[in-house]
């Protein structure tokens, strides 16, 4: 029987490859074939070049998987043969189905009719201990300690990272990162005039690069957002056109700039004044931890719905001459209002103050008090707690 024109190329291609010079010379003026080609190519005509390209490799790829599944039969039954074997076999099985499976499954085991997992299948005996495990961690995997600290997931943040999630499938350009959505509206992240939407080379981006990208301003979608509803913090679903989500974006991004602006600077002025702090200067971080409630261990049934509650403040403070090194400590308040700003903090903290050999009562004393500190109505709540004595003086 002739071979067709395939076999006989690959033939001649087999043949070819056994000459290096002479194979390595085809290869060449192939590539210079194929580039002047391309060259005088249309524009629609690459386009069309390049899929079918893709249907090519597609094909060739899905030929060699099937071609790699395709196993040689086992045994010589025939098809009636097999099945009256299978038959004699499931005629003295159990006629529970339960029972049935667990037997298949434990013959399975025995005969290695099943896959095992990566762990038993390579290096199954091997006993990996934890500092083995952190001896060998990839140089690009960073451990967590290593990273920055400083996420941000305040209310700000997030309802502008719901609306891009819903919009960033109908705006063009448009992805689901706010730093890729900062770094479109803005000319330079540090210049406060662009942060605090002043920029006159700023302000019309958002109307070139989202609102000017909108694929379909009809179609109806749905996006979430944060609200509060009678003290509580709920997400709410909503439901309107392309058009009125990017509008409500839109309203929401100079609040968006101003609290990332902030945020930054507070940030490294808090690394700043932690690293130069002075012999009478104290920094202290604080935050609201969790409510713990009060259980009695031989406690009556009623005694479930009324519980006590003690909220726990986590703080950490860095003292003058410290070389970066603080001390950490636990706040414990009976004031269940989840506010950071109880009188308690500042009592441990004076307390504290006093025992050191450096810095004596009659000595003013700076406590620099940070917590979440873009928030305004948290700024002002703390001028109301501030001042604990004459001598005593913290700063914001």
């Given at each position: 029987?002739?071979?067709?024109?395939?076999e006989r190329a690959?033939n001649y291609r087999?043949?070819?490859?056994?000459k290096t010079n002479?194979?390595?010379?085809?290869k060449r003026k192939?590539r210079?074939?194929?580039?002047?080609?391309?060259?005088?190519?249309?524009?629609k005509?690459?386009?069309?070049?390049?899929?079918?390209?893709r249907?090519a490799?597609?094909?060739?790829?899905?030929?060699q998987?099937?071609?790699?599944?395709?196993t040689e039969?086992?045994?010589?039954y025939?098809k009636?043969t097999?099945a009256?074997a299978a038959?004699?076999?499931l005629?003295?099985?159990?006629?529970?189905p339960?029972?049935r499976q667990?037997?298949l499954?434990?013959?399975?085991?025995?005969?290695?009719?099943?896959q095992?997992?990566?762990?038993?299948r390579?290096q199954?005996?091997?006993s990996?201990?934890?500092?083995?495990?952190?001896e060998?961690?990839?140089?690009?995997?960073l451990p967590k300690k290593?990273?920055a600290?400083?996420?941000?997931?305040c209310v700000?943040?997030?309802?502008v990272?719901?609306?891009?999630k819903?919009?960033?499938?109908?705006v063009?350009?448009?992805t689901?990162?706010?730093?890729?959505?900062?770094?479109k509206?803005?000319c330079?992240?540090k210049?406060?005039?662009c942060?605090?939407?002043?920029?006159d080379?700023?302000?019309?981006?958002?109307q070139?690069?989202?609102?000017?990208?909108?694929?379909d301003?009809?179609?109806?979608?749905k996006w979430f957002?944060?609200?509060?509803t009678?003290?509580?913090?709920?997400k709410?679903?909503?439901s309107g056109l392309?058009?009125?989500?990017v509008?409500q974006?839109?309203?929401k991004?100079p609040?968006?700039?101003?609290h990332?602006?902030i945020k930054?600077?507070?940030?490294?002025y808090?690394e700043d004044i932690?690293t130069?702090?002075r012999?009478?200067t104290?920094v202290?971080?604080?935050?609201?931890?969790e409510?713990f409630?009060?259980d009695?261990?031989?406690?009556i049934?009623?005694?479930?719905?009324?519980?006590?509650?003690?909220?726990?403040?986590?703080?950490y403070g860095?003292?003058g001459?410290?070389?970066?090194?603080?001390?950490?400590?636990g706040?414990?308040?009976?004031?269940i209002?989840h506010?950071l700003?109880?009188?308690?903090?500042f009592?441990?903290?004076?307390?504290?103050?006093k025992k050191?050999?450096?810095v004596?009562?009659?000595?003013a004393?700076?406590?620099?008090?940070?917590?979440?500190?873009?928030?305004?109505l948290?700024t002002h709540c703390v001028?109301q707690?501030?001042i604990?004595?004459r001598?005593?003086?913290v700063?914001?």
């Amino acid at each position: 029987m002739p071979l067709t024109a395939a076999e006989r190329a690959k033939n001649y291609r087999d043949r070819l490859k056994q000459k290096t010079n002479k194979y390595n010379d085809s290869k060449r003026k192939d590539r210079e074939r194929k580039a002047r080609k391309r060259a005088s190519m249309t524009i629609k005509e690459k386009e069309i070049s390049l899929i079918n390209h893709r249907v090519a490799q597609r094909r060739y790829r899905e030929k060699q998987k099937n071609k790699n599944n395709l196993t040689e039969p086992k045994s010589l039954y025939s098809k009636q043969t097999l099945a009256k074997a299978a038959k004699k076999v499931l005629r003295v099985l159990p006629a529970d189905p339960d029972k049935r499976q667990q037997i298949l499954t434990r013959v399975g085991e025995d005969l290695d009719l099943f896959q095992q997992l990566i762990s038993q299948r390579v290096q199954a005996s091997a006993s990996i201990s934890r500092s083995s495990f952190a001896e060998f961690r990839p140089t690009y995997v960073l451990p967590k300690k290593t990273l920055a600290h400083r996420i941000c997931i305040c209310v700000t943040h997030e309802n502008v990272n719901l609306l891009l999630k819903a919009l960033s499938g109908h705006v063009q350009g448009l992805t689901n990162s706010l730093n890729t959505f900062l770094s479109k509206l803005v000319c330079d992240e540090k210049q406060e005039s662009c942060m605090m939407s002043s920029c006159d080379d700023c302000i019309n981006k958002f109307q070139l690069l989202i609102m000017n990208k909108i694929t379909d301003d009809e179609k109806i979608i749905k996006w979430f957002q944060w609200i509060n509803t009678n003290g509580r913090a709920v997400k709410q679903v909503f439901s309107g056109l392309v058009l009125q989500c990017v509008k409500q974006l839109k309203d929401k991004t100079p609040s968006h700039l101003r609290h990332i602006y902030i945020k930054r600077k507070q940030s490294q002025y808090f690394e700043d004044i932690k690293t130069n702090a002075r012999d009478n200067t104290v920094v202290c971080q604080v935050d609201y931890a969790e409510n713990f409630s009060m259980d009695n261990q031989d406690k009556i049934q009623s005694a479930h719905w009324g519980k006590n509650f003690v909220p726990i403040f986590t703080a950490y403070g860095w003292f003058g001459g410290s070389g970066g090194d603080g001390q950490s400590f636990g706040l414990v308040s009976n004031s269940i209002i989840h506010n950071l700003f109880d009188s308690s903090v500042f009592r441990y903290l004076k307390g504290n103050v006093k025992k050191r050999d450096s810095v004596t009562l009659g000595q003013a004393v700076t406590c620099f008090y940070f917590t979440e500190m873009t928030q305004i109505l948290k700024t002002h709540c703390v001028y109301q707690c501030v001042i604990i004595s004459r001598n005593d003086s913290v700063l914001l």
